[in-house]
């Protein structure tokens, strides 16, 4: 299998804090990848060595199969957390610039960007200077700017941050093109819902280890059928019985809980339907989010448990 970044007990600490502790991970080509955790786990920083804007202390980088160097980023683009397009120039003139800065032609850096506007709903604001529109129509021309110049590689900060539902709905169709495409792509999001639709394998990384790498449907399936969805109408005073629910998240008349070690969920059914109306009852196997917050709120406890 060929992989297109690859991170070998990488680690890298800023005075007496470690912000990465030999972290490892690989992504194959043509796959979409998650790097997950809580803020302050470590992400930023691996982004920014990935990215040669930082080195790395201890550890190997590689990407396309040979050590990262100045060269081979130019087949690696990058969306940053914070846009960084010029407020002052024009859309346009914005993408040429950048594209020119990775070696692309003026004729061809039009033509792609003429395209990516089009495709991204943007073209009537071509002439427009960036500081006039919208956080989302910022977003979608800074993504463009990421993938104007055709890379291998596009590492995606918290990619869907200010697009509305249709925007999003765009891109995450886009992402998929360039997937089939071969491209190979990282993305860094607090949005769960998008990583468990869109992503092929995931690391979550807390205080800057990885504490969870897989294949998502694998990791997901370690779980087991465990969680249930439950819709109703009425009371549900059995979710602070931890005989029968070990955690649940409430959004009023919908629940996702987790079942106690143990616990029959037909006798959990069963309460559920002497205080409540149900709706809805099913067993599946627990959301990312549910994982995750699991996995943190562990990891937390072993820290803790240390210190």
Known sequence: MAFTLELDRVSKAFDDFVAVDNLSFSIPEGEIFGLLGPNGAGKTTSIRMMIGITMPDSGVIRAFGKPLTRQLLDRVGYLPEERGLYKKMKIMENLIFLARLKGISTHDATSRATHWLERLDLARWANSKVE??????????????????????????????????????????ALLDLKKQGKTILFSTHRMDTVERLCDSICLVNHGRS???????????????????????????????????????????????????????????????????????????PSLEEIFIDTVESTKKVVTSHA
């Open 132 to 173: 006039e529109l919208s956080k989302g129509m910022q977003q979608k021309v800074q993504f463009i700017a990421a993938v104007i110049h055709e890379p291998g590689f596009m590492i995606l900060d918290e990619p869907f941050s200010g697009l509305d539902p249709a925007s999003s709905v765009v891109l995450k169709d």
């Open 211 to 285: 504490v969870l790498l897989g294949v998502l449907s694998e990791i997901k399936a370690s779980y087991g059928l465990r969680s249930v969805q439950l819709q109703y109408e009425g009371d549900l005073p059995l979710l602070g019985d931890r005989t029968l629910v070990a955690s649940s998240n409430d959004f009023g008349n919908y629940v996702e809980l987790r079942l106690a070690p143990g616990a029959d969920p037909q006798k959990l059914l069963e309460l559920a339907m002497r205080t409540a109306r149900i709706r809805k009852f099913e067993m599946v196997e």
